[in-house]
């Protein structure tokens, strides 16, 4: 089992949709972000957060530490939303006192016109 | 403001060539550097971080290796690729550990 899951793998919506993505971890973190991946593989970071809610646009990002779990919300969803949103998780590397992400293998969003 | 380059954008290379990627930051002193693969259908994978120059961590045994000759230059090498290696690579940097990364462009490598 990997250690951050998504779902939906794949997600199709009509232009104007409410979209919810949602990533779960089974270990401990210090934070989380959200990315987002380009056609091209440019990737872009949305947020990074270890509690609450942030707000950014039109897109909002949730999450709840104690359960897990974290949702990545979009609202009055575009055809130019249409990219692959990764989660990535935050948790302590002991070599050199760092820390690193791991990744999810993401959710590609669809946003039909 | 800051800013990160990578070369080159795309890359075909034949099994047993040699290889090299450069990743350079504009904007930031002694960032803390990443090397990122992608393969395909698969998550980003952690290939090698530097907190320094000449300080280099590997995440993975594979047949890559990196170097940082200088504070914002990362460098991502190979003396015969294979068939595996195969992949976007993304090169990112924070200014601490712990810190949102900011990520490059990525190449695109395919080995034949």
């Known amino acids: 089992k990997n250690e951050v899951e998504q779902s939906p793998q794949n997600l199709t919506a009509q232009e104007g949709e409410f979209i919810t993505i949602n990533c779960s971890y089974s270990?401990?973190?210090?934070?989380l972000h959200w990315l987002q991946q380009h056609p091209g593989g440019g990737i872009v970071s949305l947020f990074m957060l270890s509690s609450g809610k942030k707000k950014h646009g039109r897109l909002i990002a949730t999450i709840n530490i104690q359960e897990k779990h974290s949702s990545l919300h979009i609202t009055a969803s575009h055809p130019r939303d249409s990219a692959v949103y990764i989660c990535?998780?935050?948790?302590?590397?002991?070599?050199?006192?760092?820390?690193?992400?791991?990744f999810g293998t993401g959710t590609r969003l669809t946003i039909i016109p | 403001s800051q800013t990160i380059h990578q070369w080159p954008a795309t890359l075909v290379q034949p099994v047993g060539s040699p290889l090299s990627l450069e990743c350079t930051v504009e904007?930031?002193?002694?960032?803390?550097l990443y090397w990122y693969r992608q393969a395909a259908g698969r998550g980003l994978q952690l290939l090698f971080y530097?907190?320094?120059?000449?300080?280099i961590s590997s995440e993975v045994p594979q047949n890559l290796s990196a170097s940082r000759p200088q504070d914002r230059q990362f460098i991502l090498s190979s003396k015969k690729l294979l068939l595996s290696d195969s992949g976007f690579y993304l090169c990112?940097?924070?200014?601490?550990?712990?810190?949102?990364?900011?990520f490059g462009p990525g190449t695109r490598l395919t080995v034949t």
């Open positions: 990112a940097w924070s200014r601490l550990a712990g810190y949102e990364q900011y």
């Open positions: 530097s907190v320094g120059i000449g300080q």
């Open positions: 990535a998780v935050l948790t302590h590397y002991p070599n050199f006192g760092n820390e690193k992400l791991t």
């Open positions: 270990v401990g973190i210090s934070a």
């Open positions: 904007g930031t002193s002694n960032p803390n």
